[in-house]
């Protein structure tokens, strides 16, 4: 069973930054497809980053540019790392994983089956 365990969350100024990590466990490596994945109270859960095992990543463009996804397989752990952060990335952030995933639905939470708890970004203006 993978578990995911978010952390790196935290309130920051418009204009920082903040490193979010997901550690991996129960699984011999890193799945083949993991994301970072967003939420506001009453609202769908938004993909603002992903990775497939080949390295290629995705953002949308609300992202694009400000945030980037990597990942350490040797260290079983996923990263989001968000610069220039503005009070509309305000959300709390998950991290998700799947084994096997279509790349053109790679930031759809419909294609992962393994969550994180969250943890929470705040940006203040």
């Known amino acids: 069973q993978v578990q995911l365990v978010e952390s790196g969350g935290g309130s920051v100024q418009a204009g920082g930054s903040l490193r979010l990590s997901c550690g991996v466990s129960?699984?011999?490596?890193?799945?083949?497809?993991m994301a970072w994945f967003r939420q506001v109270s009453g609202q769908e859960r938004e993909g603002v980053a992903a990775i497939d095992s080949d390295g290629t990543t995705k953002y949308p463009g609300s992202v694009e540019g400000r945030f980037t996804i990597s990942k350490a397989n040797a260290e079983n752990t996923l990263y989001l790392e968000m610069n220039s952060l503005k009070p509309e990335d305000t959300a709390t952030y998950y991290c998700?994983?799947?084994?096997?995933?279509?790349?053109?639905?790679?930031?759809?939470?419909?294609?992962?089956?393994?969550w994180g708890q969250g943890t929470q970004v705040i940006v203040s203006s």
């Open positions: 998700a994983a799947e084994f096997s995933c279509r790349s053109w639905r790679i930031l759809a939470a419909s294609e992962y089956h393994y």
């Open positions: 129960g699984n011999s490596g890193l799945p083949y497809c």
